[in-house]
């Protein structure tokens, strides 16, 4: 919803112009002690303030559900994700993969059949993960203002290379190895 700071923008550039029209109009009245005007220009002028808080809050509203829509989403996104987690967990302890494994020497490459099942079902698993990532990442933006926007993704891609950086400090300090 990043067009909402957009429509908030043209609605406070058009509600600005109006505001400098009632200031004038009341001026104008007081300068030329018009008492009968004033009473509809202190309302309108109420009003107009008003208008300004109406607006806003709408926006806001509308911003929370957009926000909530993306939350529900990516928790039904993570259920099948987790969902997903429970087949990989299940297909390590399936049948051809502890048959492969409890032999002391597998028949003609079954290890590697099985290591390769295993294989793919992790690739699809970090797939998702990542889909699930992204699509988050993006859902965020696109309600944020293109300053909030901007911000965050600052933010978001500052931590992603400060984690890269902590990484391979690590990995020099141990030999280049993965793991403790």
Do not use: C
């Amino acid at each position: 919803m990043a067009h909402s700071g957009e429509d908030m923008a043209a609605f406070y550039d058009a509600w600005v112009g109006r505001e400098e029209e009632i200031v004038a109009q009341l001026t104008a009245a007081l300068s030329t002690r018009q008492r009968d005007a004033l009473v509809p220009l202190v309302d309108a002028a109420m009003d107009h303030v008003a208008s300004y808080y109406e607006h806003k809050s709408r926006l806001a509203d509308r911003d929370r559900r957009a926000l909530e829509d993306l939350r529900a989403a990516t928790a039904a996104a993570e259920k099948e994700v987790e969902r997903e987690v429970a087949a990989v967990q299940e297909s390590l302890a399936g049948p051809r993969v502890l048959a492969a494994l409890r032999r002391q020497h597998p028949l003609n490459g079954e290890a590697d059949e099985a290591v390769a099942a295993v294989g793919r079902s992790l690739r699809v698993l970090l797939a998702a993960g990542d889909t699930l990532r992204e699509r988050t990442v993006r859902g965020v933006v696109g309600v944020l203002v293109p300053e909030q926007a901007g911000a965050f993704v600052v933010a978001m891609l500052r931590f992603h290379v400060g984690v890269r950086r902590a990484g391979r400090v690590w990995s020099s300090g141990h030999g280049g190895r993965r793991g403790p």
